[in-house]
């Protein structure tokens, strides 16, 4: 109908009005929060280029895991820093490495919380990248074997769900055979099925220790240009069995996310990456936004574009300001 019987600000007119008629649900369960494990005790060293995170020992880290669920968080991401590194990234699946430990420590404190881990080599190579280095070239198939090694050692350990984020052709199903033919055929993947080549992990390869030492990532990270490619990627995800797909990063990616969930009927997720979290940190340290409105903005406008579970360092925040 036209103006002036079709009003559109009636239901925009009280807060009552508007929580009725709201399109896009944003809740505390939409979320999972990542964590950095570093070896010792009382550790709790800030990250620079990340204001309010931390590399946590697994003493303080079981205790900000109890924060987070009892805020409603079903899940948390974690990521290892060991202390001793190699050309392989053996303590990636060394049975007492510090992941492992990590992962046995929280199910026995918080056991209802879901305990997801990284499947990754770069944190623990002295090369810092996501695979078997020869010559100079990264090793697709020969770093599958590793893959499957740490998927072995984390679920042995007591992991919920295990997610690849390496970009090798063909990791998910290694993992998956590795996993069904040691009895783990019940724990999940989620793979880091979109992951692009981006300048927003900056910030993170600081908190990780993880930048590479020669090239760039550019030959197994995704070309940000390519939304056909993400497609077939997850495409080729979903056939070789994994159960979540993640596009990463989210903001400069909301339209992968969009088509990803009008194409496939898996759940979607989206990494809101350390670049992202620190953009709206730095803004909001020097007064040019409003942190919480930008935080909550953001992590909507990933829910609306069609992500299912959003894994964002703004975790334990967010579901503070949801509670209300």
């Given at each position: 109908?036209?103006?002036?019987?079709?009003?559109?600000?009636?239901?925009?007119?009280?807060?009552?009005?508007?929580?009725?008629?709201?399109?896009?649900?944003?809740?505390?369960?939409?979320?999972?929060?990542?964590?950095?494990?570093?070896?010792?005790?009382?550790?709790?060293?800030?990250?620079?280029?990340?204001?309010?995170?931390?590399?946590?020992?697994?003493?303080?880290?079981?205790?900000?895991?109890?924060?987070?669920?009892?805020?409603?968080?079903?899940?948390?991401?974690?990521?290892?820093?060991p202390a001793r590194k190699d050309e392989t990234g053996s303590e990636a699946?060394?049975?007492?490495?510090?992941?492992?430990?990590?992962?046995?420590?929280?199910?026995?404190?918080?056991?209802?919380?879901?305990?997801?881990?990284?499947?990754?080599?770069?944190?623990?190579?002295?090369?810092?990248?996501?695979?078997?280095?020869?010559?100079?070239?990264?090793?697709?198939?020969?770093?599958?074997?590793?893959?499957?090694?740490?998927?072995?050692?984390?679920?042995?350990?007591?992991?919920?769900?295990?997610?690849?984020?390496?970009?090798?052709?063909?990791?998910?199903?290694?993992?998956?055979?590795?996993?069904?033919?040691?009895?783990?055929?019940?724990?999940?993947?989620?793979?880091?099925?979109?992951?692009?080549?981006?300048?927003?992990?900056?910030?993170?390869?600081?908190?990780?220790?993880?930048?590479?030492?020669?090239?760039?990532?550019?030959?197994?990270?995704?070309?940000?240009?390519?939304?056909?490619?993400?497609?077939?990627?997850?495409?080729?995800?979903?056939?070789?069995?994994?159960?979540?797909?993640?596009?990463?990063?989210?903001?400069?990616?909301?339209?992968?996310?969009?088509?990803?969930?009008?194409?496939?009927?898996?759940?979607?997720?989206?990494?809101?990456?350390?670049?992202?979290?620190?953009?709206?940190?730095?803004?909001?340290?020097?007064?040019?936004?409003?942190?919480?409105?930008?935080?909550?903005?953001?992590?909507?406008?990933?829910?609306?574009?069609?992500?299912?579970?959003?894994?964002?360092?703004?975790?334990?925040?967010?579901?503070?300001?949801?509670?209300?």
């Amino acid at each position: 109908m036209p103006f002036p019987q079709d009003r559109l600000r009636r239901l925009r007119a009280t807060e009552g009005f508007r929580r009725m008629v709201r399109e896009t649900r944003l809740s505390p369960d939409n979320l999972i929060a990542p964590f950095f494990v570093v070896e010792g005790r009382d550790e709790r060293q800030p990250i620079g280029s990340m204001p309010g995170q931390w590399r946590l020992s697994v003493d303080h880290l079981i205790k900000d895991a109890g924060e987070v669920y009892a805020l409603g968080v079903p899940a948390i991401l974690l990521f290892g820093v060991p202390a001793r590194k190699d050309e392989t990234g053996s303590e990636a699946w060394t049975p007492d490495g510090i992941v492992p430990r990590a992962i046995r420590a929280v199910k026995d404190r918080v056991p209802d919380l879901v305990v997801i881990t990284d499947l990754c080599v770069d944190e623990y190579t002295t090369h810092g990248h996501c695979g078997i280095v020869q010559d100079g070239r990264i090793l697709n198939d020969e770093t599958l074997e590793c893959l499957q090694k740490m998927a072995l050692s984390h679920a042995r350990a007591g992991a919920d769900m295990v997610a690849p984020s390496d970009m090798m052709d063909g990791r998910v199903a290694a993992i998956r055979r590795a996993l069904d033919a040691e009895g783990f055929s019940q724990v999940p993947i989620m793979a880091y099925a979109a992951k692009f080549a981006s300048c927003f992990y900056a910030p993170f390869r600081e908190a990780a220790a993880s930048s590479p030492q020669f090239g760039d990532r550019q030959s197994y990270q995704m070309d940000s240009a390519n939304i056909r490619e993400a497609l077939r990627e997850i495409e080729l995800d979903i056939q070789e069995g994994a159960d979540i797909v993640m596009v990463k990063p989210a903001l400069p990616y909301l339209d992968v996310i969009h088509a990803a969930r009008r194409a496939f009927d898996r759940p979607v997720a989206a990494y809101q990456v350390s670049g992202e979290y620190s953009m709206i940190k730095a803004a909001a340290q020097n007064g040019w936004l409003d942190e919480r409105r930008a935080m909550l903005e953001t992590l909507v406008s990933i829910r609306r574009a069609g992500a299912d579970l959003i894994l964002t360092y703004y975790a334990k925040e967010a579901a503070r300001a949801l509670h209300g």
